[in-house]
């Protein structure tokens, strides 16, 4: 039962970087659009993420209790010495989620809505950005419950040049997915050409920070080099992600809306593998050397049992649900917003 | 401290946002109900402008509930590490029932003029169904930490971990009865004071007279219902956390005859009540349906086991208090149902329920004080205290503040949008009543 939980955790966070990575990256696309064609995009944004954004970031919801009853020294560990990453992230949702409320559901519309829309932006950069760094201070080797002052257990636990890099490199992400994701909701010519000249900085963006990860990997003496290109599975998954990149831009000059998508959502899945397969079943690696393992670290059994038989009845309930939310409104994409700004 | 603060803070808001999101699906059900079984455009568009408060609670609600899932660890880890997997049976299913609200909102929210009518009827019930069941497994979480089930601590270790006997732990159903039914009575209370006022104002007064009329019934209902099954919370109390009913009642001795103590200054240094009323055997015929038996007094429990006795008493008074005033109102909306119809539109009548918009609200504040501050100083009721689950990281009182100043910009958001949304019902759901001042 333990794999069918770490099969979950895993999913969860794969769905939380493709679903609600494209999500944040929406906002970080509005962030780098000109003032006059923002208003569209807008619109445009809200009419493909409306109906499940909600849903989105449930899970991460789920990821979080997963830890917490599967795996709780984990949690505990990750909570106390990366609480201030944790904290900020928090922050970000806060903001980010109300922010988007608020500018569907302020029935005024008047200049508050450019303060909507400042919060919204930010926070979506911010987010995913400390999402990021949290990730990157898992796996970084810096996180150490025997340190003595509180720098050390509580700020350098999570700032450094690796993890930080990380957070860019994810924004980076975000911002390609979510490019991606709306050239096929694109309404006419040129908003699809300007999706896609965003998809293409966004791309070269994930390129850039991709390789200061590298770069500061060196620099903090992570052996990340090995870690990824250490094993086959790791070649083998950034091959396949470096090829269907390059399939994805071949499609993209055919309008191929769907598979495009698909593409995309495999590169995630291929990062994803990529980083976490080395360390399995690891998942933090402390100062000392030592570190928390998926399976060395679990809880007692009779909560994994019961948390794997409530995960397996919930998703036989959700993900039918789901797909048919998500399939709905993709039928009938043009009478969204008909109801909702219909005043 | 400040991170009990900052825990009671986020909770606080989180109470609000959640019972009013889990309620008002409710509401708004029993109206898209009218709209498609009489026509009448009214009840629709009462539907809608209650489901733009639904989306903005439901958001609300969602993101305080995220941040909370996480500041359990953040505040709390040693708890978490110890607790997490015992009563977390709760939290995985709320998680689910959590997530098919959020579809069936998506459904609901974006699905006029969509789908099948009744489909999207039902998905508006799925709403409130769902909501309400994660409330309840959420308080059952709670209620584990009054009353811990389903594992042994031998030598310090949590052994022989039983997560279902954890979620049914004996409390379960009587705080989840007690918290649902009183989300319902406040929440009802809050949206029909609102409309109440509205009416005053003679603005939209058919909108807003049937907007009155389908929240107040469901906060009458529950406010009437909700002593009882304050004598089964009480019951439960008595049995498992005897310290936190003596707190309650500011019940310094133990003696045959224990009276009901109302009201009063309790004076913790010379163990008596001042100024109260006193009831002799009253809280010996509540807690064990006899007047005799003595019920057990803070005399008997040791002082370091003891919760804050002066605040849970005041909150305990104010709650029942308001309680009682809540189900007094009730019984006058019933008059007015079968009795006296006019009084609807009477302004003493309708003056009442303005002024009854808070109550329900601060009484589930206190209510919640009673049970959190009424188990202090244990996190784990007889297992573990507060002061060995908090976070060893220093400069916790920052984020304390932080948090603060988000809750506080948060709410007074979320009223400044109600606000502008209840100013412009002339504008978007009823223009058929013109503004008339």
């Known amino acids: 039962m333990i794999y069918v939980v770490i099969i979950f955790l895993w999913v969860a966070l794969l769905l939380?970087?493709?679903?609600?990575?494209?999500?944040?990256?929406?906002?970080?696309?509005?962030?780098?659009?000109?003032?006059?064609?923002?208003?569209?995009?807008?619109?445009?944004?809200?009419?493909?993420?409306?109906?499940?954004?909600?849903?989105?970031?449930m899970w991460l919801i789920i990821a979080i209790v997963i830890l917490f009853v599967g795996f709780p020294v984990i949690y505990a560990t990750m909570s106390t010495y990366l609480h201030i990453p944790l904290t900020v992230m928090l922050m970000g949702i806060i903001a980010r989620g109300t922010a988007l409320t608020f500018r569907n559901y302020d029935a005024v519309h008047d200049h508050m809505q450019k303060i909507y829309n400042k919060i919204f932006v930010y926070s979506s950069f911010v987010t995913p950005l400390f999402l990021?760094?949290?990730?990157?201070?898992?796996?970084?080797?810096?996180?150490?419950?025997?340190?003595?002052?509180?720098?050390?257990?509580?700020?350098?636990?999570?700032?450094?040049?690796?993890?930080?890099?990380?957070?860019?490199?994810?924004?980076?992400?975000?911002?390609?997915?979510?490019?991606?994701?709306?050239?096929?909701?694109?309404?006419?010519?040129?908003?699809?050409k300007s999706f896609i000249r965003k998809a293409r900085l966004m791309n070269i963006a994930a390129v850039i920070a991709g390789s200061v990860v590298f770069i500061a990997s060196v620099k903090e003496n992570i052996p990340l080099v090995q870690w990824v290109f250490g094993n086959v599975i790791g070649i083998a998954a950034v091959s396949a992600a470096t090829i269907s990149l390059i399939l994805l831009w071949y499609l993209i000059s055919k309008g191929k809306r769907f598979i495009i998508r698909v593409?995309?959502?495999?590169?995630?899945?291929?990062?994803l593998l990529t980083t976490?397969?080395?360390?399995?079943?690891?998942?933090?690696?402390?100062?000392?050397?030592?570190?928390?393992?998926?399976?060395?670290?679990?809880?007692?059994?009779?909560?994994?049992q019961s948390l794997g038989i409530a995960l397996l009845v919930g998703s036989v309930f959700i993900l039918p649900a789901l797909f048919y939310l998500v399939w709905s409104f993709q039928q009938k994409p043009d009478q969204v917003d008909s109801d909702m700004h219909g005043h | 401290m400040a991170a009990r603060s900052q825990m009671a803070l986020s909770l606080g808001f989180h109470i609000i946002f959640s019972c009013i999101?889990?309620?008002?699906?409710?509401?708004?059900?029993?109206?898209?109900?009218?709209?498609?079984?009489?026509?009448?455009?009214?009840?629709?568009?009462?539907?809608?402008?209650?489901?733009?408060?639904?989306?903005?609670?439901?958001?609300?609600?969602?993101?305080?509930?995220?941040?909370?899932?996480?500041?359990?660890?953040?505040?709390?880890?040693?708890?978490?590490?110890h607790a997490g997997p015992i009563f977390g049976m709760p939290f995985s299913l709320e998680g689910t029932a959590f997530f098919i609200e959020a579809i069936a909102l998506g459904f609901f929210l974006y699905g006029w003029n969509r789908f099948n009518r009744w489909f999207h009827w039902f998905t508006g019930v799925v709403v409130g169904i769902s909501g309400l069941l994660s409330g309840i497994l959420v308080v059952a979480a709670n209620a584990w930490m009054n009353s811990p089930a389903g594992f042994d601590l031998v030598d310090g270790k949590y052994t022989n971990i039983d997560p279902i006997k954890a979620m049914f732990n004996p409390a379960w159903f009587s705080q989840a009865l007690h918290m649902s039914v009183a989300a319902f009575a406040a929440t009802g209370f809050a949206v029909a004071g609102v409309h109440a006022l509205m009416v005053m104002r003679k603005q939209n007064v058919n909108f807003h007279l049937r907007a009155f009329k389908i929240a107040a019934i469901f906060g009458v209902i529950a406010a009437?219902?909700?002593?009882?099954?304050?004598?089964?919370?009480?019951?439960?109390?008595?049995?498992?956390?005897?310290?936190?009913?003596?707190?309650?009642?500011a019940h310094f001795e133990t003696k045959p005859y224990s009276p009901l103590i109302i009201g009063g200054i309790p004076d913790v240094k010379n163990k008596k009540v001042d100024y109260a009323i006193e009831l002799p055997g009253m809280l010996s015929f509540m807690v064990y349906d006899d007047f005799k038996t003595p019920v057990k007094g803070l005399d008997q429990i040791p002082e370091k086991d003891q919760p804050p006795i002066a605040v849970t008493h005041y909150a305990f008074q104010l709650?029942?208090?308001?309680?009682?005033?809540?189900?007094?109102?009730?019984?006058?909306?019933?008059?007015?149902?079968?009795?006296?119809?006019?009084?609807?539109?009477?302004?003493?009548?309708?003056?009442?329920?303005?002024?009854?918009?808070?109550?329900?609200?601060?009484?589930?504040?206190?209510?919640?004080?009673?049970?959190?501050?009424?188990?202090?100083?244990?996190?784990?009721?007889?297992?573990?205290?507060?002061?060995?689950?908090?976070?060893?990281?220093?400069?916790?009182?920052?984020?304390?503040?932080?948090?603060?100043?988000?809750?506080?910009?948060?709410?007074?958001a979320v009223i400044f949008l109600l606000y502008r949304q209840i100013k412009m019902v002339p504008e978007i759901y009823d223009n058929t009543n013109p503004v008339s001042k």
Request: with cysteine.
């Open chain 2, 224 to 249: 009437i219902l909700q002593p009882l099954s304050g004598d089964i919370s009480a019951k439960m109390v008595a049995k498992r956390q005897p310290a936190k009913l003596a707190a309650m009642e």
């Open chain 2, 319 to 412: 709650m029942v208090a308001l309680g009682m005033l809540m189900m007094g109102l009730g019984i006058l909306y019933l008059i007015a149902i079968w009795k006296k119809k006019s009084w609807f539109n009477k302004r003493w009548f309708l003056k009442l329920f303005v002024w009854a918009t808070p109550i329900g609200f601060i009484a589930v504040e206190a209510g919640w004080t009673v049970t959190e501050v009424g188990r202090q100083p244990w996190i784990i009721q007889g297992v573990m205290r507060t002061a060995d689950a908090v976070t060893p990281m220093p400069g916790i009182g920052y984020s304390f503040y932080l948090f603060t100043a988000v809750y506080f910009t948060l709410s007074i």
């Open chain 1, 132 to 192: 990021g760094i949290i990730a990157g201070s898992a796996v970084s080797g810096r996180v150490d419950p025997q340190a003595t002052n509180f720098m050390d257990a509580y700020i350098y636990s999570w700032l450094n040049w690796f993890s930080v890099a990380i957070g860019f490199f994810t924004v980076a992400l975000c911002g390609f997915l979510a490019a991606i994701y709306l050239i096929g909701e694109a309404n006419d010519d040129i908003e699809r």
């Open chain 1, 276 to 304: 976490t397969y080395k360390h399995y079943p690891n998942i933090i690696i402390l100062k000392n050397g030592g570190h928390l393992s998926l399976i060395e670290d679990q809880g007692a059994e009779k909560a994994i």
């Open chain 1, 16 to 57: 939380y970087l493709v679903m609600g990575g494209a999500d944040f990256g929406a906002g970080i696309i509005e962030m780098f659009t000109s003032n006059k064609n923002k208003s569209r995009t807008r619109r445009i944004m809200y009419n493909a993420i409306g109906p499940i954004w909600e849903a989105n970031h």
């Open chain 2, 21 to 81: 999101g889990m309620v008002m699906p409710f509401f708004m059900a029993v109206s898209h109900f009218l709209w498609l079984r009489t026509g009448n455009p009214v009840y629709q568009n009462i539907t809608k402008a209650w489901s733009k408060g639904v989306a903005i609670f439901f958001a609300t609600g969602a993101v305080s509930g995220t941040v909370l899932s996480f500041e359990l660890g953040l505040l709390w880890p040693t708890f978490m590490k």
């Open chain 1, 263 to 271: 593409l995309a959502g495999f590169q995630m899945t291929m990062i």
